[in-house]
């Protein structure tokens, strides 16, 4: 069955209708603005700062409005009848997806804004952040998949934001708790191990970019299965 866009439009301006009436939903959008504000006033704000605002526009724009999306039409039980309708499951989690990557995308560019965070590798720290986008996306379909409501979805992605998002808030700590190393490997921290790259090599960027890919497919995977699933259930 090949890629329909009229089915894929379809789904899309849906969810962006459901949204805009979901106050409780789309209100988490403006605080990533809010931390952009806060810190944003600072004399110099260090890397680790600017890091720490993307990552927290990922995790609770992009990780938790996905979930949200996802969690909303289990809990309305309208998911069973697009799952049965003739949307493959590409055009379905397109089209559910663009949405919430669309909007991550705007929010964390104000905030990078706010921020006054220009850093010298844009292209790199670009790519960077919209590949760790497709993980929080694919995080957040997954966590939608496997709740039963918005507020269970609540609960579910508060670990998520505090792991994935704060990463580099809690990698301080790690000589002092070194289970907390595992940190290292996150999409947050490789951001800003892209960031902190300077007059770089293509060698230099390949590490960071393959754990946040391998980040991506563990996702996706989570996501496929766990969208079968629920189509046999």
């Keep these: 069955m090949t890629f329909s866009v ?10 962006l209708k459901d949204l805009y009436r979901n106050m409780y939903v789309s209100s988490t959008i403006i605080l990533p603005l809010v931390f952009a504000l806060i810190y944003g006033r600072m004399d ?21 409005l996905q979930c949200a999306i996802i969690a909303e039409e289990k809990e309305k039980n309208t998911l069973r009848g697009l799952m049965l309708s003739p949307a493959t499951i590409t055009e379905i989690l397109a ?7 669309v909007i991550t995308l705007v929010i964390t560019y104000i905030s990078m804004l706010i921020s006054g965070f220009s850093p010298s590798n844009l292209i790199p720290v ?4 919209v590949l760790a986008l497709v993980f929080f996306i694919t995080l957040g ?3 939608g998949l496997i709740t039963r409501s918005v507020l269970e979805a609540s609960i579910y992605i508060l670990p998520v934001m505090f792991i994935f998002g704060m990463a580099n ?14 940190l290292e490997y996150t999409p947050a921290i490789q951001l800003f191990e892209i960031a902190n790259i300077t007059d ?6 390949l590490l960071p970019f393959a754990i946040i ?3 991506v497919v563990v996702g996706a995977v989570l996501t496929v299965l766990s969208f079968k699933k629920r189509m046999m259930d």
């Design 95 to 101: 089209g559910k997806s663009t949405v919430t990557l």
């Design 200 to 205: 770089g090599t293509f060698a230099d960027y």
């Design 44 to 64: 110099v704000v260090p890397l680790e700062i600017h890091i720490f605002i993307i990552s927290i526009s990922l995790s609770m724009v992009g990780a938790f």
């Design 126 to 129: 670009a790519l960077g952040v």
């Design 6 to 15: 009229k089915r894929f439009m379809a789904i899309f301006q849906k969810d």
């Design 213 to 215: 890919g391998a980040w």
């Design 169 to 182: 808030m809690f990698i301080g700590f790690a000589e002092e708790y070194p289970f907390l190393k595992v």
């Design 141 to 143: 379909t997954w966590l």
